[in-house]
């Protein structure tokens, strides 16, 4: 799913349009750019102009640049049906990867295992992604209720093709 098509089902949910959108912000500078972006003539809007919105509805504004966050975030909210893709998705965060990856965290260890365990996973990964990761770790700590969505966040940013957040190559020359 399109950030702007999980943009319109938020507004249609509250029953607002752009501009009641513009005006629960007090900016009303934005109308026009969210009249853009779900008409299609803004591709890729300033995360300072997504921000705003994405505080508004309670959501990453990750959501609105990433499919599969804007697919799990509707889901939860009960805006569109499950996915073919979603329900598919049987194999183990990590199973895709490289048979040197480490494993994913286990829910039953203690929180100091799955922490110690979570900077071995993300060594495989470059920078950016592991910024991303930190990230979505700060909103945990700030919303621990929305963990499972922020794990599915996490997960969905590391299987992303494209994005800097492949494993690096474990394989020895």
Do not use: C, W
């Given at each position: ?44 809007p300033r995360p300072d102009t997504l921000e705003p919105i994405a ?35 049987t194999a183990p965060y990590g199973a895709d990867r490289v048979a ?29 992604a592991r910024k991303a990761v930190a990230s979505l770790l700060a ?35």
């Open positions: 799913m399109e950030g702007k098509e999980l943009l319109r089902l938020l507004l249609e949910k509250r029953g607002l349009n752009a501009n009641a959108l513009a005006d629960a912000l007090r900016d009303r500078s934005l109308q026009s750019q969210i009249q853009r972006y779900l008409g299609g003539k803004t591709k890729n505080k508004f509805f309670g959501i990453g504004i990750e959501a609105f640049y990433q499919p599969l966050i804007a697919q799990e975030i509707a889901e939860r909210l009960l805006l569109a049906p499950r996915t073919h893709q979603a329900e598919e998705r040197s990856a480490p494993t994913p965290i286990r829910p039953k260890a203690g929180l100091r295992e799955n922490i110690l365990h979570l900077g071995k996973s993300l060594e495989v990964y470059d920078e950016s909103d945990l700590a700030l919303h621990p209720e929305n963990a499972a969505l922020i794990a599915n966040r996490i997960t969905a940013l590391l299987d992303a093709p494209g994005n800097g957040s492949q494993p690096k190559s474990t394989a020895s020359p």
